[in-house]
T-cell receptor, first 112, second 114 residues
Framework: GAGVSQTPSNKVTEKGKYVELRCDPI?????LYWYRQSLGQGPEFLIY????????DSGLPNDRFFAVRPEGSVSTLKIQRTERGDSAVYLC??????????FGSGTRLTVV | SQQGEEDPQALSIQEGENATMNCSYK?????LQWYRQNSGRGLVHLIL?????REKHSGRLRVTLDTSKKSSSLLITASRAADTASYFC??????????????FGSGTQLTVLP
């Protein structure tokens, strides 16, 4: 596609539920990144994929968070047993040369 | 954790004036990038400056980098109301395995008054 697509754009879930957030990167971009942004803060790194493999998952806050990219294109960020503190905008970005990122519009997750 | 700190946190100017935002960071970097964000959603890449560059221009944007002081500045000339947004600096570190991971600052909220 022309840009990075993220779905859903908004997600409201109850505490303790499981959620999946989807990212469809720019076609041909091998690098894909997930970031999380809380209100009034800059984005914080979660995980980076190069192709199908997670090259760096050091930003995942705990084992409730997991991400996959099985075919080297679409990625899914999965959050188990959601907590209110997980509420944030989850941003996905892709790049072809590891330089400037192209970001999606994000998924605003609200845990109630 | 956030490596960069933008200064000021908020800036309000009149249309036509220049806006200068500063960014400081802590570790050695491969490159530094500036992004713009409207309404807390997707970020737009503005400009990238490599660690061996000192100044770069793109349209009304001018970026400087001082690696000895670990600081960068973004200058927007002849500002317009449409420039109103949050601006973030982001650094790509040198250490292996993280050269592609960007670390963002906390941002400067720029308001350009018509």
């Amino acid at each position: 596609g022309a840009g990075v697509s993220q779905t859903p754009s908004n997600k409201v879930t109850e505490k303790g539920k499981y959620v999946e957030l989807r990212c469809d990167p720019i076609s041909g971009h091998t690098a894909l990144y997930w970031y999380r942004q809380s209100l009034g803060q800059g984005p914080e790194f979660l995980i980076y994929f190069q192709g199908t493999g997670a090259a760096d998952d050091s930003g995942l806050p705990n084992d409730r968070f997991f991400a996959v990219r099985p075919e080297g294109s679409v990625s899914t960020l999965k959050i188990q047993r959601t907590e209110r503190g997980d509420s944030a905008v989850y941003l996905c970005a892709s790049s072809s040369q590891g330089l400037g990122y192209t970001f999606g519009s994000g998924t605003r997750l609200t845990v109630v | 954790s956030q490596q960069g700190e933008e200064d000021p946190q908020a800036l309000s100017i009149q249309e036509g004036e220049n806006a200068t935002m500063n960014c400081s960071y802590k570790t050695s970097i491969n490159n530094l990038q500036w992004y713009r964000q409207n309404s807390g959603r997707g970020l737009v890449h503005l400009i990238l400056i490599r660690s061996n560059e000192r100044e770069k221009h793109s349209g009304r944007l001018r970026v400087t980098l001082d690696t000895s002081k670990k600081s960068s500045s973004l200058l927007i000339t002849a500002s317009r109301a449409a420039d109103t947004a949050s601006y973030f600096c982001a650094t790509a570190r040198i250490s292996s395995g993280s050269a592609r991971q960007l670390t963002f600052g906390s941002g400067t909220q720029l308001t350009v008054l018509p």
